[in-house]
């Protein structure tokens, strides 16, 4: 994944990251940092602050200023007060697969990656919570939990390697969020260094702490708000018996319009997932999951529970979508087949290295009911700018994915993949839809936030920033867009004086 | 360019007029949970928030509704269509339930009051209408101006419409009752229960879903006690207490002679008060700038504090 972005990304660099020019200059934090943690901890070479200054983003790298990869809380809280003193930017960071921007440094900030405070403290099954590190895998929490009876709900497709701290401070969703929530419903705690270099609790082991809802308000922040360095999260038990479905139309519409039809009919099913053709024939040639590659659209759909419920539930499922004029319905016979099926719909962004070197994945809701046509949009949008569009989507929550693929060598098509991306971006508003679902609004989506807020709306997002940030030295440049935020982000394209850059 | 959020229904900007720009101001709802947060200051102005429905699309399991509506009315407008909300029965208007924060005894089966709010309007310090949050059942867009607004009291806004999620009612919910079982082993048995309610002696169980599901559990709690069949939750104290749910049982001999606790959750109904919760330093000072930023003159709702309950 992150190789297959890193050529559009040097290509769209418009401040790409120059590295080498020392000039005999060092940058007077680092041996501060360097005190502070240890010096092997404490990078400044080029080939760390290229790395980490980009995220899976299609967006051009910023400019890392020193990393450091600190193991305690005590560890942050002394970048967070060396950082003050000397007004410098901080940028959290965790396993850099964030869509949107978020991650990327502006401005030469130290840049914290808490990749390291990887460890599972404790499980509570009992009462039904752990105490983690921001930076332990997604995957590796569930995996550590399976064996108890129990998993962490949130499930983006990048679980594999992303970061509980990269969930909560974007909110992240993924296919089980539909039933379960997502990321929000599932943290308790948050253990947050505020940029002052404050250590504060947010919300609590119990239901309703005291004072303003500030772990909500966290999650979803983008590492706007502080560096969060522990996280008490929900468990969710294990559902004794699951049904996989697998639906398949000559039309998306079809499909669209199966899924508008189960939420209208009152069920929550766990999961609800539309891969179009095009998709699922990239899905197909990469993992050989079983997918049928003839037909215009499948749907996945997953019903969990009891197993007196959800036969229910799968049979009412496959009436709609005899309704809507399906081709096809299977059933997952055993755990292997529903595996095969999931693992070909969270590779689905793999897959499309076949068919071409670069892909803009984007990331809008819409109300279910205008599901199939917004899609009939999107594809004549991606018709008209002359590029290969192909979806795969949380349908059950309204979730789109339009992906444009292509080939950024070709002289003028990345300007096409940005106008034909804002077309889908107010096609989607127009449909009375939002900026985001899961990947949120890091800088990718900062252009369409005075479209979607007033001035005053924003003002007050910014009041927020102000109350955690009032520097605005966290993840500067990022969520608010310029004008509304404290940070001039201008500003940040140019780098501090003596920083190596 | 309009932004898509943009308040233009002229209830609204009433009650922003109404609320206007200067002098101590509150809503006052029903007054079911007025004591909240300690008394108002006294020559607080109150003002009630508009009431109604604006929009319910049962088909996107949301609904649009002025923060003056009672609760009863929504959920009676949504049980037509078999939807409910997570917001509690028992409380009075949509905004007061919003602004309190307070989650009700069915909280594992309808969710919590602070995942309900998808948008919200409310009126800001100076008299302007404000937009948080956004339409749909998921949305990431910005700060979660949702989550601050409720639990907050009206101490950073006033809440005057919200677009909330409803979510469907089962077929069927049944409750059930026991004097000899473990309400703790029961949490751990039954899949989803609606609620799970225990007095020291007697355990109360909501089972919700289809029938043959509901059906199965029941048949499993068999054995775990003698269970049968009643109308409803018990009556509940007066005093609500929020303790992390592994606190419960050792708290039991503070709650006084009458005690209902919502297992796995950690809210107890008792009939002596909690004790105040302490609160870290750093975590008020926190709090502080939050209201000192929504609220520098301090009009809203001056006098209560979300931190002393
Ligand atoms: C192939 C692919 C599939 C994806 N699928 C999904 C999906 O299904 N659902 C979904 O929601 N997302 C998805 N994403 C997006 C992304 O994986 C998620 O947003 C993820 O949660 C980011 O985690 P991370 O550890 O990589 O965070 P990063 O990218 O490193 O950081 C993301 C943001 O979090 C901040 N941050 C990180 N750690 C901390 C911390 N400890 N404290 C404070 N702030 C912090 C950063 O500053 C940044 O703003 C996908 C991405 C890829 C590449």
Redesign the pocket.
């Known amino acids: ?1 992150a190789g297959l972005l890193s050529s559009v990304r040097k290509r769209l660099s418009s401040d790409a990251l120059r590295t080498g020019r020392n000039g005999g200059q060092t940058d007077p934090v680092v041996a501060e940092l360097r005190a502070a943690l240890a010096p092997d901890r404490v990078r400044y070479d080029g080939a760390e602050r290229t790395v980490l200054s980009h ?2 983003s299609i967006y051009a790298g910023g400019v890392a200023g020193p990393v450091c990869f600190p193991l305690t809380t005590t560890e942050v809280q002394a970048i967070m007060v060396i950082a003050e003193r000397h007004t410098r930017n901080v ?10 921007g ?2 990327i440094p502006l401005g030469a900030p130290i840049v ?1 990656s ?1 990749t390291r ?1 990887n460890e599972i403290e404790q499980v509570d099954t009992a009462n039904r919570f752990a105490w983690v590190g ?2 332990v895998v ?1 995957l590796d929490l569930t995996r550590h939990l399976t064996p108890l009876g129990f998993h962490f709900a ?5 679980q594999q ?3 509980i ?11 089980h969020c539909l039933a379960y929530g ?1 990321t929000n419903a599932h943290v308790l705690a948050v253990e ?1 260094v505020l940029p002052n270099g404050d250590i504060v609790m947010l919300g609590g082991l119990e239901d309703e702490p005291a004072g303003y809802d500030l772990r909500g308000t966290f999650v979803g ?9 522990r996280v008490a999260v929900r468990l969710t038990p294990n559902p004794p018996a699951v049904t996989t479905l697998l639906l398949s139309f000559e039309t998306i519409r079809d499909a669209a319009n199966t899924v508008s039809d189960i939420i209208a009919a009152g069920m929550v099913p766990a999961a609800l997932e539309v891969m179009d053709q095009r998709i699922t024939v990239a899905v197909e040639n990469y993992v050989h999951a079983g997918y049928p590659t003839d037909a215009g659209a499948v749907l996945l759909a997953e019903v969990d529970g009891l197993a007196e419920s959800i036969e229910i539930d799968a049979h009412h499922i496959a009436a709609l979508g005899h309704k809507n004029n399906a081709l096809h319905i299977r059933v997952a016979a055993d755990e292997a087949e529903r595996a095969a099926l999931w693992k070909g719909r969270k590779t689905a ?2 897959a499309i290295a076949q068919i071409a070197p670069d892909y803009y ?1 984007h990331d809008t809701v819409v109300p279910r009911g205008a599901l199939a046509d917004v899609l009939d949009k999107i594809y004549e949008i991606a018709d008209r700018h002359d590029l290969l569009v192909m979806n795969v989507f ?1 349908a059950g929550d309204g979730n789109l994915h339009p992906l444009l693929v292509f080939d950024a060598r070709e002289p003028g098509v990345v300007d096409r993949v940005h106008q034909a991306g804002a077309e889908i971006v107010r096609a989607s508003l127009d449909a009375g839809g939002v900026l985001s ?4 609004i ?1 800088v990718e989506k900062q252009a369409y936030m005075d479209e979607f807020f007033t001035a005053e709306d924003l003002a007050h997002q910014n009041r927020l920033r102000q109350a955690f940030d009032p520097g605005c030295r966290t ?1 500067p440049g ?1 969520v608010i867009p310029s004008g509304h935020s404290c940070a001039d982000i201008q500003a940040l394209r140019s780098v501090p004086r003596d920083v190596w850059a | 360019m309009t932004a898509r959020l943009a308040v233009t229904d002229p209830v609204l900007l009433a009650f922003a007029d109404e609320v206007g720009a200067d002098g101590p101001v509150a809503v006052e709802g029903a007054r079911t949970r007025w004591e909240v947060g300690g008394p108002g200051h006294p020559d607080t102005r109150l003002v009630r928030a508009p009431a109604g429905i604006v929009d319910y699309v049962p088909d996107e399991m949301t609904v649009t509704v002025r923060c003056g509506t009672t609760v009863a009315e929504l959920h009676q407008a949504l049980s037509a269509e078999g939807q409910r909300t997570a917001l509690p029965e028992r409380a009075g208007t949509v905004g007061g339930a919003l602004a309190v924060g307070e989650n009700g005894l069915h909280v594992l089966g309808r969710g919590r009051v602070r995942e309900a709010a998808l948008q919200v309007r409310y009126v800001s310090d100076d008299g302007k209408v404000v937009t948080g949050g956004g339409p749909t059942v998921k949305n990431v867009t910005g700060f979660d101006l949702p989550r601050l607004l409720v639990g907050s009291l009206g101490t950073v806004g006033l809440l005057a419409e919200v677009i909330l999620r409803t979510n469907p009612i089962p077929a069927v919910t049944r409750w059930v009752a026991s004097d000899d079982a473990d309400p703790f082993t029961v949490l751990d048995t039954i899949l989803r229960p609606g609620s799970v309610l225990w007095d020291g002696n007697r355990t109360w169980i909501e089972l919700e879903g289809h029938v043959p599901a509901v059906d199965a559990e029941q048949a499993r709690l068999a054995s775990m006690g003698t269970w049968i069949e009643v109308d409803g939750p018990p009556e509940l104290e007066s005093h609500r207490w929020v303790l992390p749910p592994g606190e419960i049982q050792t708290n039991v001999d503070g709650f006084g002679s009458r005690f209902v606790a919502s297992v796995g959750v950690g809210t107890v109904w008792a009939d002596v008060a909690q004790p105040s919760r302490a609160v870290a330093a750093g975590v008020t000072a926190l709090n502080q700038r939050v209201k000192e930023q929504f609220d520098p003159r301090h009009r809203l709702n001056p006098g209560r504090d979300p931190g002393a309950r």
């Open positions: 994944m995220d899976a940028v959290p960071r965790g396993a850099g697969t964030g869509l949107a978020g991650a914290v808490v405070m921001p930076g997604n949130p499930d983006p497709s990048s390697v992303c970061t701290g990269g969930n909560v401070a974007n909110n992240s969703g993924g296919p997502v947050v922040s983008e590492g706007t708000l502080g560096i969060a360095t962004f793999g994945l949380h679902g899961e990947h949120g890091g993840n990022k």
